[in-house]
């Protein structure tokens, strides 16, 4: 026999998810979450600030391999190389953000200039960095954070996945509100980084700038790099080079987030962009000259490559990063100096995740409204967020951290990357924009302004697509293979859940045909599932009768005969003017007599539609759902795949169920999702 199906009603969920999230918004308050400048700089910008904490440590790291004599000579000389790229591609995304305004950022280019296969490898290539971006921004910032709060060490992991699940928290109450929370750690990161860069300058005129604590060792070269020829040195100051151009990172998180711009969306985008690019580059300059003038030697295995007085300092030596050694040193004298340094850089690199939770949502709605994603993943949550791609790109940041232990050299191998393949078909795209533009265009004025923004995003496609080159052959087998591969599964991903979406589209659409064949069918037999003669079972009865079907019976499934010889008695004692047929299951399976009597229906009468009507009853507390059985919720999921067949469920209301109406929002367990 088969019992009622029976729904569970949650009523704590909501609680936390208020408590979490916050009250729901409505959909006409989303110009409410618009940002001006000063809080859109904070969120799209901290990515790329940010990396002044952690991209002078990859250069001195990589030149630190052939000693310490490379990395002193070098490294400014290297900055100004990474200066020069940044330039370049600032001034060519100002270009972008006039032309698309509409958020699709790299990816829009991409896809309208170039074809949607090259929109689709940006796309992976800009899901993957965004993933990246926070795994090791969090990263960074807890080893940051660490130089002053010593019990963090050896508990980064722990700390890093809670980071990330702090930071998506914020991020679902809305993007107005982590931009508010986020901005005043932001701005004093910039003012104590130029703040430092400033009293560095005016110490090392008047000549009173101290040498760093790993001044006065020696930084012996790794074993193999001792003897460098001239092609080795060229590869080990390019592979320097690739690992400094981690400063790029965040770039083109502003023109995929002009919509949360207000208006004007385009000129107020542009003007940030540029903003952030002057104070990068400027906090970038002086930290690496500030590391040149202190002495620096920074080592990526510092136990066994820094020598004091010819001997390794061994494994117990504590190596500070570049920032906290040249705070050390600008700040001598004034630890307060040293502590601000540490713990803000160790705050805006968690903070500078940000930028991916809100750059990642967002293409991942774009990505699903055109059908390469989840449609989940166009839907906003109750604080106008896109929800979903927040907890997916937090997943994804939080298996890294746990991965890779946190540790922010492995994690920058599989780094950068991704942003240079979208910086470079991006580029691509807009030289065949103007270039289409231009054949129409018969100003004078507008033809020399498309021009010039042409040669810009020619010499940005040109330096961007060098530098992916020389990040590839630099990076590919240090960790940067990783990421390229992680970029193809999900760009074949991608293209299957089109492919899906199509064929989907395709055999829904109606033709003239349809009409009568299928939305008439011939005749409709109507079946109620009964288990016992109860409420449910008679507000199903009553239900399936009103609908006046062609043929209206009850079945049951005889798995105890005694059970079922005296229902069948009590439905003749009661005279309900309903047949009921028990079926004999010998193996006392329920789902297989009926699916088989379903199907049997229907085959010798096609253009047939059968309706099976399930009773259920609602409880309000999850928990008593385990106390009932679930064989009707099985048959349920069994009949939805037997083409002609309609499940009706006709739910009766227990009374533990009582208002819960009014505390619930989401999916009944067990229910199926309405098809999209």
């Not at 083409?643 to 367990?669: C, K, N, Y």
Request: proline share 5%.
């Amino acid at each position: 026999m088969l019992p009622p199906r029976v729904l569970a009603v949650p009523t704590s969920g909501r609680v936390v998810k208020r408590v979490l999230v916050g009250r729901a918004m409505r959909s006409d308050r989303l110009g409410e979450t618009l940002l001006p400048k000063r809080l859109a700089l904070p969120i799209f910008a901290s990515d790329a600030l940010s990396s002044v904490a952690y991209a002078p440590d990859e250069i001195f790291l990589t030149l630190g391999l052939a000693g310490g004599f490379l990395a002193l000579t070098h490294s400014w000389q290297i900055g100004l190389c990474v200066v020069a790229v940044m330039l370049v591609v600032v001034a060519s995304y100002r270009q972008n953000v006039h032309a698309y305004p509409s958020g699709g950022g790299d990816y829009e280019v991409a896809t309208t200039n170039l074809g949607p296969k090259a929109g689709l490898t940006v796309a992976a290539a800009l899901l993957v960095d965004y993933v990246l971006t926070v795994a090791v921004s969090i990263s960074s910032g807890v080893q940051n954070a660490a130089a002053a709060l010593p019990l963090i060490r050896g508990h980064e992991v722990v700390v890093a996945v809670g980071l990330v699940v702090l930071l998506t928290a914020m991020n679902l109450r809305g993007v107005r509100e982590s931009g508010m929370a986020f901005a005043f750690p932001v701005y004093l990161f910039m003012a104590s980084v130029i703040g430092m860069g400033i009293v560095g300058v005016v110490r090392e005129v008047s000549g009173s700038l101290p040498q760093a604590e790993s001044a006065g060792l020696t930084l012996a070269p790794e074993k193999g790099f001792q003897s460098l020829g001239s092609f080795a040195m060229m590869f080990l100051l390019l592979r320097a080079f690739s690992s400094g151009c981690a400063a790029l990172t965040g770039v083109e998180a502003i023109s995929n987030g002009v919509p949360a711009f207000k208006k004007p969306k385009s000129r107020n985008a542009a003007t940030t962009l540029l903003l952030m690019g002057l104070i990068a580059i400027t906090m970038l300059m002086s930290m690496l000259v500030l590391a040149k003038w202190t002495g620096i030697k920074y080592a990526e295995n510092p136990g066994t490559q820094l020598l004091r007085d010819g001997r390794p300092v061994g494994g117990s030596y504590v190596q500070d990063t570049i920032m906290g050694q040249v705070a050390k040193a600008v700040f001598s004298g004034f630890h307060p100096g040293v502590v601000l340094v540490s713990i803000v850089a160790g705050l805006i690199l968690i903070l500078a995740a940000n930028t991916a939770f809100n750059g990642f949502p967002v293409l991942g709605s774009i990505l699903a409204k055109d059908g390469y994603l989840p449609r989940q993943l166009h839907t906003r949550g109750d604080r106008l967020a896109f929800s979903n791609g927040i907890l997916i790109l937090a997943g994804a940041a939080a298996l890294l951290i746990f991965i890779y232990n946190a540790e922010v050299t492995k994690l920058i191998q599989l780094y950068i990357v991704g942003v240079f393949v979208s910086f470079t078909l991006s580029q691509i795209g807009m030289i065949r924009h103007w270039n289409r533009h231009l054949r129409l265009e018969r100003d004078g004025a507008q033809r020399r302004r498309m021009m010039r923004s042409r040669v810009i995003n020619a010499i940005g496609a040109t330096m961007s697509g060098l530098v992916l080159v020389v990040v590839l052959l630099t990076k590919f087998v240090h960790g940067a293979g990783y990421a390229i591969a992680a970029m193809i599964v999900i760009f074949f991903i991608m293209l299957r859940i089109h492919k899906h979406y199509e064929r989907v589209r395709a055999e829904l659409r109606i033709s003239e045909d349809d009409v009568d064949a299928q939305l008439l069918p011939s005749r409709v037999h109507a079946i109620v599932l009964v288990s016992k003669i109860h409420k449910p079972t008679l507000r199903a009865l009553a239900y399936a009768r009103a609908t006046r079907p062609s043929k209206l019976e009850a079945i049951t499934v005889n798995v105890e005969p005694d059970e079922t010889k005296a229902l069948q008695e009590e439905w003749d004692r009661r005279d309900i003017p309903v047949p009921l047929k028990a079926l004999d299951s010998p193996y006392r399976e329920i789902t297989r007599p009926v699916v088989e009597y379903v199907k049997s229906l229907r085959s010798g009468h096609p253009r047939d539609v059968v309706v099976v009507y399930i009773p259920e009853y609602v409880l309000g507390k999850w928990y008593e759902q385990v106390l009932h059985n679930q064989s009707a919720l099985r048959l349920k999921g069994r009949l939805l795949f037997t083409p002609g067949v309609m499940v009706a469920s006709v739910p009766w209301q227990l009374a533990s169920s009582e208002g819960a109406e009014e505390r619930f929002d989401g999916p009944t367990a067990g229910s199926v999702r309405l098809g999209q």
